[in-house]
């Protein structure tokens, strides 16, 4: 597609339910990373895959998340039982491999109530 | 810990001013510092520095590091409305593949 796309743009959940996010990357672009923003403070790493390498999972912040992508296409980031601190916005990016300057979808905001 | 510090954290101006956008960092082994605008939710990548002195510009953006005081700045002269956003820093350490990112400077621009 022409630029990367995230759904839902907007999540409300209840507190211990599981939400599923969504990324569309730019098609052709092999890298693709999801960060976390909450209000008021810089984004958070998560998580990156690349082509069909072991991705680096380091930023996940526990066992309740978790991520998966098939070969070079969409990506889903996965939050069992859900916690109010987990509400933010998750941010995916995607961009041709080593290339910094990537590309950001629009986001997701998932607030748990 | 690798750290990266933005200032101010918000700032407010007219239209025309010129500001300047503050980023210190403290990284082990740095790689490149970049700089993003994000309105709404979405950031769009400004400027990747890699090397000391060497300024970037694009249109009434410009920005450069000093790799030796681990600083980078931004500066937009003639601002404009169109401008108001909250403007992040990130550094690249040479390992792995996350950037670092500051909490941002969010500037708005007044008519």
């Known amino acids: 597609g022409a630029g990367v796309s995230q759904s839902p743009s907007n999540k409300v959940t209840e507190k211990g339910k599981d939400v599923e996010l969504r990324c569309d990357p730019i098609s052709g672009h092999t890298a693709l990373y999801w960060y976390r923003q909450r209000l008021g403070q810089g984004l958070e790493f998560l998580i990156y895959?690349?082509?069909?390498?072991?991705?680096?999972k380091s930023g996940l912040p526990s066992d309740r998340f978790s991520a998966e992508r098939t070969g070079e296409s969409v990506s889903t980031l996965t939050i069992q039982r859900t916690q109010q601190e987990d509400s933010a916005v998750y941010l995916c990016?995607?961009?041709?491999?080593?290339?910094?300057?990537?590309?950001f979808g629009s986001g997701t905001r998932l607030t748990v109530v | 810990e690798d750290k990266v510090v933005q200032s101010p954290l918000s700032l407010v101006v007219h239209e025309g001013d010129t500001v300047t956008l503050n980023c210190s960092y403290e990284v082990t082994n740095f790689r490149s510092l970049l700089w993003y605008k994000q309105e709404k939710k979405a950031p769009t990548f400004l400027f990747m520095l890699?090397?000391?002195?060497i300024e970037k510009k694009s249109g009434r953006l410009s920005s450069i590091l000093d790799k030796k005081e681990l600083f980078s700045i931004l500066n937009i002269t003639a601002t404009q409305t169109g401008d108001s956003a909250i403007y992040l820093c990130?550094?690249?350490?040479?390992?792995?593949?996350?950037?670092?990112f500051g909490k941002g400077t969010s500037l708005l621009v007044t008519p």
């Open positions: 890699t090397s000391s002195g």
């Open positions: 990016a995607s961009s041709t491999a080593g290339n910094y300057g990537y590309t």
């Open positions: 990130a550094v690249r350490p040479n390992s792995g593949y996350a950037l670092n």
């Open positions: 895959f690349q082509g069909n390498s072991a991705p680096d």
